[in-house]
């Protein structure tokens, strides 16, 4: 079962930052939370993951609060383009067994709109 | 650079029938993987590979067999379709530390 918890969807206007949240209240001390974000029926796309601290890449940013309960995936521009599922999955980074499975859950369905 | 690559991208089989779909990745990757993901929901691990002549079971792996021969190529065989196989299958690949790359993808009907 994944082990994360995220609204079925969200609507954002486009040029706003789109703000999506993630509950991983049972994560462990080597768990690492990871983003991505399903198009249309294309495979899915890594965008981002993190430990405990804030990250940032070229696509998003990713925030996950002290306790590491939750974390937040803030896309800084919306486009039309980032219309998607996103996914957040929490997992084991050196993996050699099945703690290190991607286990996707249902995701947020993001809507951009103009 | 062709990434992850996916061999059919659509298929259509009837019950009882055998197939096989090929995965295969240029990135020198150690981990590969099959998902399926049916309508509505999120991608579902079958099998995976944590290198070439390992494989092992996901969540759901019945009715579905693997093999990793070469490091670049996992196959996932189907060898008595049923329509309840009637999926989008979806391999990936990653190294240990990184994300996974996935490919576009194979649409399998079983009728």
């Known amino acids: 079962d994944a082990k994360t918890t995220q609204p079925p969807s969200m609507d954002c206007a486009e040029g706003r930052a789109a703000n999506l949240p993630c509950n991983h209240s049972?994560?462990?001390?080597?768990?690492?939370v990871y983003w991505y974000r399903q198009i249309h029926s294309q495979g899915p796309q890594y965008i981002i993951h993190g430990l405990k601290n804030n990250e940032t890449n070229e696509m998003a940013s990713l925030i996950i609060t002290e306790d590491r309960k939750s974390s937040t995936l803030i896309l800084p521009h919306a486009t039309l383009r980032d219309t998607a599922v996103y996914y957040c999955?929490?997992?084991?980074?050196?993996?050699?067994?099945?703690?290190?499975?991607?286990?996707f859950g249902k995701g947020t369905k993001l809507s951009v709109k103009p | 650079n062709a990434g992850v690559t996916q061999t059919p991208k659509f298929r259509v089989l009837k019950t009882g029938q055998s197939m096989t779909l090929l995965c295969a990745q240029d990135m020198n990757h150690e981990y590969m993987y099959w998902y399926r993901q049916d309508p509505g929901m999120g991608l579902r691990l079958i099998h995976y590979?944590?290198?070439?002549?390992?494989?092992a079971k996901g969540e759901v792996p019945d009715g579905y067999n693997v093999s990793r021969l070469k490091k670049q190529n996992f196959l996932l065989g189907l060898e008595s379709a049923a329509p309840s196989q009637t999926s989008v299958y979806f391999c990936?690949?990653?190294?240990?530390?990184?994300?996974?790359?996935f490919g576009q993808g194979t649409r399998l009907t079983v009728v």
């Open positions: 590979s944590v290198g070439e002549g390992t494989t």
């Open positions: 999955i929490v997992r084991v980074k050196n993996y050699g067994g099945s703690q290190g499975n991607l286990i």
């Open positions: 049972t994560i462990s001390g080597n768990e690492y």
């Open positions: 990936a690949s990653s190294l240990r530390q990184r994300g996974a790359f």
